[in-house]
């Protein structure tokens, strides 16, 4: 194996939820980073420079400001660097917004990645792990196993991640590129999405407002406490093998229902919510809930964080920063 100073991994999404805990994971093994973000404006900037202010010291990261769209720019990363590997977290997350706005999600989300792999097939990078969803298994029998038939997916963001999953095949097949698929369960915890319900949830009660609630509570989500999912993701990447997998990435316990979520908030601030019912969205899933024997077995991965505690870590956050967090818009 190579030494791990001189490893580079690409992380793209880099000042995201996600790929700010990846980095963060990646350099605590002492391996080298490169960075790129775009800073989207789907939901309020100032949450993704502080994500990567918190991880931007370390002398391992280097960090880049741009689009993986961006054709020029991603050439020009390639030919600098020598890759390791690519871990794609770059993506237009949400399902109501990609109803909205279906040509951008197709074009980041799928595009953007098969822009990726066609990099690293000029550029023999052989190492790819990347980002899905468990949006994909709408429809499907619970728990939601890999080999479910996810032919028919709801939203415009399930469709785009399906469109990148079967890119990545293609590559994997016709190139030898190793491909490692995580669709990923409801990731949440300190410096999470706000368009995200453990988020917004948490600053309204904070706030002392509304909670909008979107059904009518029952619906249930397999929640997944973002350490958990880097430390998922890089194992992902260790792997190092010519296989194309694709493995849920989820809580692995009882799922937990919104309702019983607003309650562990509840308890964590001291302070009783104020619901908003409102009309369930098109293209939401009732029930999310993951098989997780395949991560366990080839990943040697299962999650450690139960959800009492990550809403208690994820609440913490959210009182230590409440300075500046009452500034973001929900």
Not at 41 to 64: A, C, G, M
Not at 274 to 287: C, E, N, R, V
Not at 307 to 314: A, C
Request: aromatic content about 10%; glycine content about 8%; overall charge negative.
């Amino acid at each position: 194996m190579t030494p791990i100073s001189s490893i580079m991994i690409l992380v793209t999404g880099g000042a995201g939820f996600i790929g700010s805990e990846v980095i963060r994971e990646l350099t605590s093994a002492g391996l080298s980073v490169l960075a790129i973000d775009n800073f989207d404006p789907y939901y309020d900037p100032i949450l993704k420079r502080h994500r990567w202010e918190t991880v931007r010291n370390s002398s391992h990261v280097d960090f880049v400001e741009g689009s993986i769209l961006d054709e020029k720019l991603m050439r020009q990363l390639f030919e600098s660097n020598k890759f390791d590997g690519v871990i794609n977290l770059a993506a237009m997350a949400g399902v109501r917004y990609s109803i909205e706005k279906p040509e951008k999600y197709i074009s980041v989300n799928t595009l953007g990645s098969l822009r990726l792999l066609e990099l690293m097939r000029e550029f023999k990078v052989n190492n790819y792990v990347m980002a899905s969803t468990s949006s994909l298994y709408a429809g499907c029998e619970m728990p939601f196993t890999e080999d479910s038939d996810v032919r028919f997916p709801l939203s415009p963001y399930a469709s785009s991640k399906l469109g990148a999953e079967t890119a990545a095949y293609t590559y994997n097949v016709n190139h030898g590129i190793s491909v490692k698929v995580l669709r990923y369960f409801t990731v949440y915890g300190p410096a999470g999405r706000p368009d995200m319900s453990p988020f917004r949830f948490i600053e309204w009660v904070a706030r002392g407002e509304k909670i909008q609630l979107y059904g009518d509570g029952k619906q249930s989500r397999d929640f997944t406490y973002v350490s958990d999912v880097a430390k998922a993701t890089v194992s992902a990447l260790q792997m190092q093998d010519s296989s194309f997998e694709i493995i849920n990435i989820g809580g692995g316990a009882e799922r937990t229902s919104i309702l019983e979520l607003i309650q562990l908030i509840e308890k964590n601030i001291g302070r009783k919510a104020h619901i908003d019912f409102l009309p369930k969205s098109p293209g939401d899933m009732l029930h999310t809930s993951a098989n997780i024997d395949k991560a366990n077995s080839i990943l040697g991965w299962s999650p450690t964080t139960s959800v009492e505690e990550g809403i208690e870590l994820t609440v913490s956050w959210h009182m230590a920063n409440q300075d500046w967090l009452t500034k973001i818009d929900l």
